[in-house]
């Protein structure tokens, strides 16, 4: 089994790119005994369409046959009208995993943007700097499960009396006697908040890099100037850097958004969405594997398409742009 | 004095940053503790682990131990699940680059109708969320007789990863220089011998942080691989295999913190090797579906 896996993967890894190298070579041999017309307008779609064949089958049409799955039925047999978006919005747990995600999407997204910003200009006043920011960007580098695993440890519960081996608990028994341990993971009013904190932690390096990059573009004179006049950090600051990096802060806030929003591998292993902790993406994952409902774990699929929306067309219209340039 | 003075002043600078200097200490502190404590406690022999916390083992007799390391490797399917997750990362990463890398250089340097409207619906799916796209594709591998082998997910990564290759790939392509290209058809050379000996060769750096993105993005991921691998152990990345003990093992911890780590050396290693190219990468692929 692993040898025959080693030489599948072997095939693959130097099959793939031989295949195709013969296929641009045939095609390319062949187009050239077409009329020169011809040629022009056939070789194009030559070079676009290995990639356009793979978009089409694995994610044209599955977008295309999940909206319509989210009209059918839990076994796809029977149409049901709008049923399963229904449920979504008037069931009790449905609309939990939607608070859920609501707060996800407020709460990790404003902290994040607004620690990684402190950050970014607090490391940029200091010599020390690159060596903090590999430090808070190393989260980014590991899986979510591993940083789920770590904060797993962190959030460890041991009853009162008995030594912490949980970090926080730990830390605040010791810092504040009175304090009562926590089970920071199946306590339902904080859990959700326990978990936001795991997502914060893992994006803070993220949006500190993207935005650190943008103050260092601010125009020194700018800076200067203003500092001549007399103004303190805080106001050049909010009065100019701020107002000069907020497209940036508009692009992180956006990607963030788009990550939030399907937010799975920290929920999975931390709590698995008991105790009032699931999210959209882990309703969905439970609805095909557990409940064996494809109708509703489509619907749900499409809610977050259309959550995300409104982003993909702000993105089109930037990205659009930026190719425009070149 | 004069010899003084700059120390001086630069002790008074350093007091009027040191809040600065405090909150960075504290940042710091928050973003190292927790992976700190994890790699120490699954150097601790169990009982210790369990019964008190990582910090107490640098108090002596200092007791350490790889025997959380062999146990999962060895028993825990962790030395698998390290093969697994290679045999799954290795061609995800290879196989879309050329197939990418074409489309980029039509995009750029073909003329075709439809070429604006086509490359900004890619732009348009790479923010697709993948949910999307998982119950079509289960099916599709189902009857192909794909779901639970590396094929399937190979292609599955392939496809998820093509439309921000393209987009990344055709941005680098399209900023070539045109000359280059008009001396070279001048020479008399096809568009395969320029693509093969003057774009590739060019688009090395952008090859390089996409298939780190690439690499990363498959050796850290959950999803796809819980979907169209289920929960077979002899398929099973190491993601699969740490979730699993996760759930399994509870409280284990011995045994989950030397697999986490485990799971971490490689992007780690990676991380501090080719930082920048890294950086770069992720930076241009967060918003992938």
């Excluded at chain 1, 979504?88 to 707060?103: Q, S």
């Excluded at chain 1, 125009?219 to 000069?244: N, Y």
């Excluded at chain 2, 025997?67 to 028993?75: A, G, S």
Aim: hydrophobic share 55%.
């Amino acid at each position: 089994m692993i040898l025959r896996s080693t030489i599948l993967a072997v095939a693959a890894v130097f099959g793939v790119p031989a295949g195709l190298t013969l296929y641009i070579f045939l095609v390319e041999k062949g187009v050239a005994r077409l009329r020169f017309p011809v040629q022009k307008r056939i070789r194009p779609w030559l070079w676009v369409a290995p990639g356009l064949a793979i978009l089409s089958v694995f994610l044209l049409y599955p977008v295309i046959n999940t909206l319509v799955l989210s009209f059918l039925n839990s076994d796809s047999t029977r149409f049901i009208g709008p049923q399963n978006y229904l449920r979504i919005f008037t069931d009790r747990d449905m609309l939990i995993v939607l608070r859920n995600n609501a707060l996800w999407l407020v709460f990790f997204t404003l902290v994040t943007v607004t620690v990684g910003l402190l950050i970014a200009v607090l490391t940029d006043k200091v010599r020390y700097e690159q060596a903090a920011k590999a430090l808070i960007f190393l989260p980014m580098a590991i899986s979510f499960v591993a940083a789920g695993v770590i904060w797993k440890f962190m959030y460890e519960f041991k009853p009162k009396g008995v030594p912490q081996i949980g970090t926080l608990n730990a830390v605040l028994t010791t810092l504040f006697p009175s304090f009562e341990p926590q089970a920071w993971l199946f306590n339902p009013g904080i859990n959700n908040w326990a978990l936001i904190v795991v997502g914060i932690w893992i994006w803070t390096g993220f949006a500190m890099v993207i935005l650190s990059a943008s103050i260092k573009g601010v125009p020194k004179e700018i800076v200067e100037a203003a500092r001549m006049d007399g103004a303190g950090e805080f106001q050049v600051f909010f009065r100019i850097t701020l107002p000069i990096i907020k497209p940036t802060i508009m692009v992180v806030t956006t990607t963030l958004i788009i990550n939030v929003l399907k937010i799975f591998d920290i929920v999975y292993v931390m709590t698995n969405g008991i105790l009032d902790t699931e999210v959209i993406a882990n309703r969905m994952y439970k609805e095909m594997f557990n409940f064996m409902n494809f109708g509703m774990a489509s619907a749900l699929a499409v809610l977050l398409l259309v959550a995300i929306v409104p982003v993909m067309l702000m993105n089109i219209k930037r990205f659009g742009q930026r190719g425009e340039e070149q | 004095m004069r010899r003084k003075r700059p120390t001086a002043s630069r002790a008074v600078r350093f007091l009027r940053k040191s809040p600065i200097h405090l909150i960075l200490l504290a940042v710091c502190v928050i973003w190292l503790v927790p992976t700190l404590g994890l790699f120490v406690s699954s150097l601790r022999p169990r009982a210790l682990i369990l019964n008190t916390g990582w910090w107490n083992a640098f108090n002596p007799p200092l007791r350490f131990t790889i025997e959380n390391y062999m146990h999962v490797i060895l028993q825990a399917n962790m030395g698998r699940s390290f093969f697994n997750s290679l045999m799954i990362a290795i061609p995800a990463t290879v196989m879309p680059i050329l197939v990418a890398a074409f489309a980029a250089y039509a995009f750029s340097w073909m003329r075709f109708p439809g070429r604006d409207v086509l490359f900004l619906m890619i732009i348009g799916l790479l923010v697709v969320p993948l949910q999307m796209t998982l119950i079509p594709i289960l099916r599709l591998l189902n009857s192909l007789r794909l779901t639970g082998t590396f094929v399937g997910i190979w292609v599955a990564h392939t496809a998820y990863g093509l439309p921000f290759a393209i987009y990344l790939l055709r941005n680098f392509i399209g900023g070539i220089p045109e000359d280059l290209f008009e001396s070279a058809f001048l020479d008399g050379a096809n568009h395969v011998q320029i693509f093969y000996r003057l774009v590739l060769p060019i688009a090395v750096p952008a090859i390089a942080s996409l298939s780190i993105f690439q690499f990363m993005w498959v050796w850290n991921d959950l999803l796809v691989a819980l979907i169209y691998l289920g929960g077979t152990p002899e398929v099973a990345p190491m993601t699969v295999t740490i979730s699993n003990l996760v759930n399994s093992y509870g409280g284990g911890w011995e045994f989950l913190t030397a697999a986490a780590f485990i799971s971490m050396v490689l992007p780690l290693l990676v991380f501090f090797s080719l930082q920048r190219y890294f950086i770069r990468g992720i930076l241009a692929g967060s918003i992938k579906g």
